[in-house]
């Protein structure tokens, strides 16, 4: 992968309030990038409509070029204004689910956005978080902020402010903690095509929701592994992800006692949960753990999006107990 160069910076922490919204904001208007917290993961943001700002971002992850970023919107009024088209669903469905973790792939019909920001696709992903934090320093910018989640490219989300600082330290100016965050898993994005929403990665707002809405298709993205190559339809589905230092084994198992057979002898984590996973893989590679076994959930309601993070933190290695 190329490499990129980057700053060196102090980095600072300061907590989410009034004087952290207005430090973030002044930075961020000046074409710097922010960690901020969200309430499904830290996001590293910069302004969406400043190429450079964008460049930075890319530089600070070691992001791969070809994977687009959300644009993060303080409402829809605002996303009225980025030249994409507002479908009547997408006009439904952020009705009730924003401000929240449901990110909305819009076609491009003007060039507001940046082609940096959508590497060049037609479409640009959009969500309103639903973070108070967030909101504020969104609205004291003034424009919209792309924001990927706060880590080194390939490494497990961020969720607490600290895992920012221990992927990030020295390549950004500043990060807002806001605690941990509520969700833990990135946001669901959808792609919106007509009366019909595509979901290309699950999360905490899931396909039986949402059928209450639209008619629902789960993209075979969600399930299969791109990383080998191939056409995937969201571009982020071609990399490595989630991926600790650990080796990471997914386990489908009957019972618990199945489940622990196959895990003895290694760390485990036997009942996944969204808000904490991310965490416990950092903390197991903290305590230079070699192996990890994490059970499986069933791959529907809540327990798609784990499943889908499971295994490709797994890349992709499943073993059946
Ligand atoms: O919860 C979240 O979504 C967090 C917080 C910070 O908002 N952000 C996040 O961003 O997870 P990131 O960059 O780590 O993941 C964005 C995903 C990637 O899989 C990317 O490929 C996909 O969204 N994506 C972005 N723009 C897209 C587009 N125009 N078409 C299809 N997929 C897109
Ligand atoms: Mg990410």
Redo the contacts with the bound molecule.
Sequence with gaps: MKMYETRNYDTLIKPAGIDGTVEAARLLKSGEVVAIP?E??Y?LAGNALDPKAIAKIFAAKGRPRD????V?AADMEAVRGLGLEVSPLAVRLAADFWAG?L?M?MKKVGDTVPGEV?CG?G???V?V?GCPAALDIIKACGFPLA???ANVSGAP?PTKAEHVYADLKGRIPLIIDGGECEVGL??T?I?LEGDKARI??PGAVTAERLREYCEVVIDEVVYKDFTGGGSAP????AHRHYSPKARVIAVTADSDEAFKAVAAGGCAIADPEARTLFAKLREFDEQGAKRVYIKLPEPNGAGLALYNRIIRAAGFNVVKA
């Design positions: 969200t499904t993961v996001g994977n687009p970023l959300i993060h973790p990110t792939v959508s696709l479409t640009v992903a969500r978080p924001a990927p989640s989300s990135e946001s994005v792609a290309l990665r969201s571009p982020g589905a």
